[in-house]
T-cell receptor
Framework: KNEVEQSPQNLTAQEGEFITINCSYS?????LHWLQQHPGGGIVSLFM?????KKHGRLIATINIQEKHSSLHITASHPRDSAVYIC??????????WGAGTKLIIKP | KAGVTQTPRYLIKTRGQQVTLSCSPI?????VSWYQQTPGQGLQFLFE???????NKGNFPGRFSGRQFSNSRSEMNVSTLELGDSALYLC??????????FGSGTRLTVV
């Protein structure tokens, strides 16, 4: 079993829909990261969370430390949000453990 | 502020050769991590350097090595290249408190 599990693996939605991507982990962590990777490889760090909730524009990330679960939400989704979203946790050895990613396609 | 700079952007090498990739972190960032991304394996952690010391290492063979200089710039070296080493190599720098900033990557093709 992977230490970081993301769901769904693939998600296709219509423009304007509310999107939720989930991440569950099984190890002790010091922080959880959500990253976005566009075609071509460029990776952008969206959030780093250790507790609670963070919001940036239309993106919201939450984490529940007790349940070892985090969610990334996108409100009013847009085709430019189409990308792979990756959850990664930092363990006690400062090593990032990656989820497999969620490929999101937003159709106009 | 300037971002993380990786050079070169693209590289083609033949089997058996060696390659050196460079990463210049954001000014003030002392942690530099290297990752390999392939379609089949996804993102895999190679190693992390902090203040010129390797702090962590992933499960890669000894052909993969790295170092960090006093100005925090880091290099990654792969010797005796194999076809399976073809991948996107990403570097990320971190101050620790504000997450990671990734470079655009070096796309290595081994032929």
């Amino acid at each position: 079993k992977n230490e970081v599990e993301q769901s769904p693996q693939n998600l296709t939605a219509q423009e304007g829909e509310f999107i939720t991507i989930n991440c569950s982990y099984s190890v002790g962590i010091s922080a959880l990261h959500w990253l976005q990777q566009h075609p071509g490889g460029g990776i952008v760090s969206l959030f780093m969370l250790s507790s609670g909730k963070k919001k940036h524009g239309r993106l919201i990330a939450t984490i529940n430390i007790q349940e070892k679960h985090s969610s990334l939400h996108i409100t009013a989704s847009h085709p430019r949000d189409s990308a792979v979203y990756i959850c990664a946790v930092m363990d006690s050895n400062y090593q990032l453990i990656w989820g497999a990613g969620t490929k999101l396609i937003i159709k106009p | 502020k300037a971002g993380v700079t990786q050079t070169p952007r693209y590289l083609i090498k033949t089997r058996g050769q060696q390659v050196t990739l460079s990463c210049s972190p954001i000014s003030g960032h002392r942690s530099v991590s290297w990752y390999q991304q392939t379609p089949g394996q996804g993102l895999q952690f190679l190693f992390e350097y902090f203040s010129e010391t390797q702090r962590n290492k992933g499960n890669f063979p000894g052909r993969f090595s790295g170092r960090q200089f006093s100005n925090s710039r880091s290099e990654m070296n792969v010797s005796t290249l194999e076809l399976g080493d073809s991948a996107l190599y990403l570097c990320a720098s971190s101050l620790g408190i504000d997450g990671y900033t990734f470079g655009s990557g070096t796309r290595l093709t081994v032929v």
